[in-house]
């Protein structure tokens, strides 16, 4: 199965090897003596810990509604997608919101992988609610567009591309007071609930965009194992995938002190800031969850010990990507996502093509951590041990395949389409994927090896095919 990927992945390391930067200022410490005062320093001195308050426990959702009650909301949104409200995690917030005398109105059109066309809609019911609290129930798509809704409602003569991610949008730092904000995460994926990030289609140019700032990360998030029994194996599969790329981008990425520009003030310092020591924690945790619970979690649906660590592992690679950052399978996933043709993964009711996002993240994954070990790739050879290689013998220089191999073989057990070929797309997309990635700065920039345009070409075509 790996001889043919192995050759592919030599042959790509081949052409990227020139590129590869040696100096000794890639060495992966967080000890380097600072540059430059703040006021004139070139790369960041700092790093700042954000993070949602976390509530976790089997039925811990039935609080909700008191939750609200001691926050003196009066006027609730509660926020979810169609499927999800006729099954049981909305009923029980409900129930709750109703026993604790909580009026409410409820939004259940948040669309499945969101556009700006459905966030905007979303924020006009918002707006027209003058709601003072809000409840979001579902996965990262309803808790983004609900973080959306609240922005826009509590800023509401700002015009859409203000807070978007520059450069498609102004990428204004957030500077209102926002709304109380619930999440009850369902899925065990995107760690939406301790994180200021709301991703999007933006669908004027076909590619994923998003709102980055501090001020919209929910102020409780409710993780309720009990949710995950009503996750689809699939989509169980695809919202760890997500997980396991958060923990290897954001423990692979630029550390904080190598970032630039350094903020003038702090209000510009990003949410996603390069791995840190305090993130890394997190990250390698999450990674150890994953190895051990995800094939269990996907492979029997009541399994409640695989799915509840899920759960857990989620909001913990949540806390560290979502202070570190994630690097390039993030950045390419964007158009992966955005420029979907036909494909519709299974298990998934929606009446849209979709490449679900965990998909769209770790189908380069092989790639990616090829073409970036050559930075740390002490790090590299960590998390492909976490995973489950031998690398007693592995050599500083086989950090990438080793690595690219044994996530190869991870998505080859749990029956992971092979490749992007697989959704629909050829070397023909390749320029298209290409120019889809390039406005992703945001992420791309963290990764530990700048990228030119003819490196992401080999990467997608390095990931047309994994088996």
Same mark, same amino acid.
Not at 273 to 293: C, E, F, M, T
């Given at each position: 199965m790996a001889a043919a990927a192995r050759s592919r992945i030599a042959h790509l390391l081949r052409h990227l090897q020139s590129t590869a930067c040696q100096c000794p200022t890639h060495s992966h410490t967080y000890s380097q003596a600072p540059g430059l005062s703040p006021s004139g320093k070139t790369t960041d001195y700092a790093f700042e810990m954000a993070v949602s308050n976390i509530r976790y426990g089997a039925g811990v959702t039935k609080e909700v509604g008191m939750d609200l009650q001691n926050m003196g909301a009066k006027k609730v949104c509660l926020m979810t997608d169609k499927n999800l409200s006729q099954l049981p995690p909305v009923q029980t917030v409900m129930d709750s919101l109703v026993k604790s005398g909580i009026s409410f109105q409820v939004y259940d059109s948040v669309r499945v992988e969101p556009t700006d066309g459905s966030f905007m809609d979303a924020i006009e019911f918002a707006k027209k609610g003058a709601f003072d609290a809000y409840v979001a129930v579902g996965g990262g798509s309803t808790m983004d567009t609900c973080k959306a809704a609240n922005l826009y409602a509590s800023s509401p003569h700002s015009e859409f591309l203000d807070y978007v991610n520059a450069p498609i949008g102004k990428g204004k730092p957030v500077t209102v007071p926002l709304k109380p904000l619930i999440a009850v995460p369902t899925t065990s994926g995107t760690g939406s609930e301790t994180t200021g990030v709301a991703i999007f289609d933006y669908e004027h140019m076909k590619v994923k965009t998003g709102i980055a700032s501090r001020a919209i990360k929910p102020t409780l998030g409710l993780v309720d194992p009990l949710h995950t029994l009503h996750m689809p194996c699939q989509v169980v599969a695809n919202s760890g995938f997500d997980v396991l790329c958060h923990a290897l981008e954001s423990y692979t990425a630029i550390p904080y002190n190598m970032r630039s520009p350094c903020p003038s003030n702090p209000i510009q310092r990003?949410?996603?800031?390069?791995?840190?020591?305090?993130?890394?924690?997190?990250?390698?945790? $999450? @990674?150890?969850?994953?190895?051990?619970? @995800?094939?269990?979690?996907?492979?029997?649906? #009541? #399994? @409640?010990? $695989?799915?509840?660590?899920?759960?857990? $592992?989620?909001a913990f690679a949540g806390i560290g990507f979502g202070n570190a950052g994630v690097h390039l399978c993030h950045g390419m996933s964007y158009p992966i996502s955005g420029l979907v043709k036909t494909y519709k993964a299974k298990e998934y009711n929606v009446d849209h093509p979709l490449v679900p996002h965990g998909l769209s993240v770790v189908l380069t994954s092989p790639a990616v951590f090829t073409f970036t070990a050559q930075m740390f790739p002490e790090r590299h050879l960590e998390t492909a041990e976490i995973l489950g290689a031998d690398i007693r013998t592995a050599r500083t220089q086989d950090a990438g395949p080793v690595l690219a191999d044994t996530l190869r073989q991870f998505l080859f057990d749990l029956k992971v389409d092979d490749g992007l070929g697989a959704l629909g797309y050829s070397k023909d997309d390749i320029p298209s994927l290409v120019k889809g990635t390039l406005p992703q700065e945001r992420v791309t920039k963290l990764a530990p090896r700048a990228q030119s345009e003819e490196d992401l070409s080999a990467l997608f075509e390095a990931s047309m095919k994994l088996y």
């Open positions: 990003p949410a996603y800031q390069g791995s840190n020591p305090i993130s890394d924690i997190w990250a390698v945790h $999450a @990674l150890r969850i994953v190895a051990k619970y @995800l094939k269990r979690a996907v492979k029997n649906p #009541d #399994d @409640l010990e $695989a799915r509840s660590s899920m759960h857990l $592992a989620s």
